[in-house]
Structure formats: C-alpha cells, structure tokens
C-alpha cells in the first residue's frame, strides 16, 4: 500500500450546520449555507487521493478559444475540466436568459469596507489612502464581518497559512455573496489551479474531487480516502471573547437581511443595513470614517486547530 498522503491544510468545507455555530454567529452561518455559494462551503466528498495525485502527475494547461481549461488523465482515460464543469460541480446554476456578474473592482470594494467599517489607521498621514488593494486584514472588522471573511478564506483561498489576510480575490468573491449576484466562480479558481500546475503543493482538493465524481463513479474501496477537513466554531469563540472592535456601527447588506428569515437562527441584533445602490452613492476617495485603533486578534495569529479528517473512512482502523 502506498504511504498515506497528508494534504495541505487549505480548502475546508464551512460548518455544517447553524446549531453547530457559536453564540452569536448562527444567522451568519445559517446565511453562508443559503446563499448561491451553500454547496461550494459545505460539500463534503471523500478525498481518494491516489485520484487527486493523478490528477495534478497528469495535469496540462489547454485553451480553446477563450476558454482555459485543464486535461488530465485517470486510470488511462482522458478529461477536461473547464469553468463551467466548476461551477456545476459547485452547485453555481444560472435560470435561462441570466448571466454571471463581473467580479467588483477596487473602488466598489473600497465602499464595502467603509459601509461596514474597517478600523484600520490610514496608509499616509495627511492622505485619505486607507484602503489596501492587496491583502486586507480581518483584525481590523467587527467579529461578525471578521467570522465571515474566515470562512471565505479557509473555503476558498489557496492559502495553507496566514488566514487573517484577505486576498483580493475573496474580497471579490465575498462581495457578490453578501449582495446576492452570481460571479464566475469556476473560471477565478480555474486561473489558480492552471498557475499550480507542475508545483509541489496540491491546492482545491475538496473542489477538485467534486470535479472528478462528476466525471467519474467513486470507489468506496480506493485504498487511500480521506474526509475532508471541517471548520469548528473556536474562531467564533475567540472573536466573541475578544468582541472585536465593537465600536463600528454593525451593518449588514439587505440582501443578507432578507435571506435569513428564519427565526431560529437570527442575524445578531441592533443592524443597521444597506443595498447595493447605497453601496454605490458613495464616494470611493472619502476619508476612512473608522480610523480608531483595533483590538489584536491575539492567539488568533496562530494555525487554530480544525476538525480533523477521518484517517481512512469505510474502513477499520
């Protein structure tokens, strides 16, 4: 038998379920799990790894047209992986005669973070450059926008580290999660694993395996399987402790308002919210209205401990 593979510690699927949140935090999970993104955060395939490893061993960059795509070859067959096999296997569906939304860009993100505060100092004295085009940083957000941006990040970033960043992309993403329009999920992840190709570190596994199930039958008794990693409710836990910079006004978008309707698990009270439309009125170069200085996230600068993926599910021990 081949030595058991550990996977880098990237991709987890969100919690499950509300009840399994913190104080606090179950509307928000309760939202992430409803929204158009639901399937891509809590999906939970056996990872074969045998067949992931053969996947990246194989992997070839193709385009045709203006359509990147990746081939690659299982147990002698051929198959390609488009935008559009990811979005599918995500769960992202359109109704006929919509398209997917572009992706925001910098200014629109900047009026996010002023409409629900970002308590970081500015970039320059005596400039209104506050806002970083790169990585932001969650210590800087209230913990319910904190908590959010975790879950973003820990599902769908590349990153194995240094989960208090926010790259770009996620800001991106998260953008149309909170306001409710569909983006090209599959072609964003499409750029990353194509720029992963023929590199040490296998990045998406639990994306990917949702991938090949669509093309391929699963084999419960593949020798090597793996349960993909589930996030706990210990970050929920710490930015409760800490009450992270309680004195930015909570706000959440209306179209998260009116998603969570369900009076089992509530928004956190005394919001305030906003539409994409107020979003939009606002000046993109004002000053940073939240200029205080924040809490430190402390203890949450380290890897926090996740549940742990069953050794070899199916079978004994």
Request: charged share 15%; hydrophobic share 45%; proline share 4%.
């Given at each position: 038998m081949a030595p058991k593979q550990t996977l880098s510690q990237t991709n987890f699927?969100?919690?499950?379920?509300?009840?399994?949140?913190?104080?606090?935090?179950?509307?928000?999970?309760?939202?992430?799990?409803?929204?158009?993104?639901?399937?891509?955060?809590?999906?939970?395939?056996?990872?074969?790894?045998?067949?992931?490893?053969?996947f990246w061993q194989t992997a070839v960059a193709q385009t045709e047209g203006e359509n990147p795509s990746i081939r690659f070859t299982i147990n002698g067959q051929h198959y390609i992986v488009t935008a559009e096999v990811i979005n599918t296997a995500l769960g992202i569906t359109l109704q006929e005669g919509r398209n997917l939304a572009n992706l925001a860009n910098d200014d629109?993100?900047?009026?996010?973070?002023?409409?629900?505060?970002?308590?970081d100092p500015i970039l320059e004295e005596g400039t209104t450059k506050w806002y970083p085009s790169g990585e932001m940083d969650r210590k800087h957000l209230r913990k319910e926008w904190s908590m959010i941006f975790d879950v973003m990040v820990n599902v769908f970033s590349t990153k194995s580290t240094g989960w208090n960043g926010i790259p770009s992309y996620i800001k991106k993403l998260t953008h149309s999660l909170v306001h409710g329009y569909k983006v090209?999920?599959?072609?964003?992840?499409?750029?990353?694993?194509?720029?992963?190709?023929?590199?040490k570190v296998s990045i998406y596994p639990r994306f990917l395996m949702l991938c090949i199930n669509?093309?391929?039958?699963?084999?419960?008794?593949?020798?090597?399987?793996?349960?993909?990693?589930v996030l706990k409710k210990n970050t929920h836990t710490l930015l409760s402790s800490q009450n992270l910079n309680a004195h930015i006004p909570l706000c959440f978008t209306q179209h998260m308002v009116d998603q969570v309707s369900n009076l089992d698990f509530p928004l956190p009270s005394g919001y305030g919210s906003f539409t994409l439309a107020n979003e939009t009125e606002l000046d993109p170069n004002?000053?940073?209205?939240?200029?205080?200085?924040?809490?430190?996230?402390?203890s949450l600068d380290f890897p926090k401990p996740k549940e742990k993926p069953c050794k070899n599910p199916g079978n004994d021990p």
């Open positions: 699927a969100g919690i499950l379920s509300p009840n399994d949140a913190g104080k606090g935090f179950k509307g928000l999970v309760f939202f992430l799990n409803k929204s158009y993104l639901g399937s891509a955060i809590t999906s939970t395939p056996i990872l074969d790894l045998d067949i992931i490893e053969a629109t993100l900047k009026k996010l973070f002023v409409k629900i505060g970002y308590a090209n999920v599959g072609s964003l992840l499409m750029a990353h694993l194509r720029a992963a190709i023929g590199k669509s093309f391929c039958d699963f084999n419960n008794d593949a020798p090597r399987l793996e349960a993909c990693s004002s000053v940073n209205p939240i200029q205080h200085h924040t809490l430190s996230l402390g």
